[in-house]
DNA sequence: GGTTGACGCAAACACTTGTTTGAAACTAGC
DNA sequence: GCTAGTTTCAAACAAGTGTTTGCGTCAACC
């Protein structure tokens, strides 16, 4: 027997041969699940039918139920985080040194998300994470939570200084906000599609990444009223 | 015996005497263990514990577990959807017949919720019920987010006036958007903190509305780029 | 060819879940 | 003081939960 969820983490598993790969299988199912449904409502003997793994597969695999959502959680962290970074990186060269523009800071910071979001709405599943982290879950869901809002922070000076009418205060809050308009896109489209009787639904990835960008790059701009 | 969950709903449930009236109580107890955990992961022995009430109350009140989520959102929804419909009516008065300020609707639209969430921060419900409801919940629960959606259709057209410079088509996504923000507002918080440092906590009232109302508002009326 | 370790599988485990029951306690109305 | 209707309560119910067990299977290695 092999102790339990043991990470080999030593890149990303080659799986050279057709094979199932179960533990992927099981990720992928729980990611859709849990986004859809909700972490608690989602049972495992549902979760292993859906990914066509025994039900002892899961705690075979990962130890436990709440150690499978922190490593969907993680998963899909650590693909953003990176492909976040790699953007603003890009954006920082081509502005040689210099500030790059708001635009592409921005970009960097949403396109990831919702372009994930296109196959896998993961983003319903930030919130149900946070309620987990800080309730029952276990202590690494918390500190998982951390080192996501660390790579956020990464984030915090280019804007500061695309945004230099504002103090630093204020950019943290606009932040939050930008966020706020990224994890609520997809966790309701329906009262969109509701709301506009079908005239709105999710047409291609760029229209939808330019509408959203626009409205956040505004409202970032948007002049500082002391109060 | 009384039949399950019937609805009284003459006015207010006066509340004569100082008895506990139990089915509020446990309303309260529901909406904040709701959303700081989750529907599915707060047991009924947990909420009546909380609420100091027996554990057979919540069946005899409310008919069962749904029906009390589903009473819990509906208590919500008609309260807030009241004080938005009142602040915007009378935005509208003082208009004289024309369209009010776009900062006007806006308050309206969003100060209510936010004053709300003050003190039962209830908005981190909304998108579990809308999962509830897609998901295992019954009919009720859908017909009640449309319900939802249909007083939200009351702000399209003041909206659409204040932003002529927008196809119908880009209100409905903004108008999305300025809910993304207010939704998760206060669904993570602790994010903010953990960002700021500790520098960005809930203030004043009247402060955090104008930082959000600031933002979307920029937002709403940035200019319609054609994609 | 035999042995070792990893993995899949069906069955069972101990426990919690939402719900129901039947009797007790309480509150008016006459 | 009695009765009828409403509400509370402890106890039990059946069903579902996450987890564990023990054995079977397969591939790799000396």
Redesign the interface.
Known sequence: MKAEAEQKEGGTAPADSARPDTKEVILDAAERLFA??????VSLRELTAAAGVNLAAVNYHFGSKDALLVAVFRRGAVALNRERARLLREAEERAGGGTPPLREIVEALIAPAIRYSFTSNRL?LY??F???A???GPPEAREM??KD?GH??RF?LPLARALPHLP???V??????V???????Y??M???E???GG??HLDNL??VT???V??????????H?V?
């Not at 956040?216 to 002049?223: D, I, K, Q, S, T």
């Open positions: 859809e449904k909700s972490y608690a409502s319903a919130n149900q946070v309620a987990f800080r309730g029952d939570l951390d809002v956020l922070q915090v630093q205060q204020e943290y809050w606009r932040l939050h906000f966020m706020g308009v990224q994890h609520s896109l966790t309701d329906k009262r969109l509701t709301l506009s005239q709105c760029p229209a330019a509408r959203v626009d409205f956040v790059v505004a409202g970032l701009e948007a002049p009223r109060v």
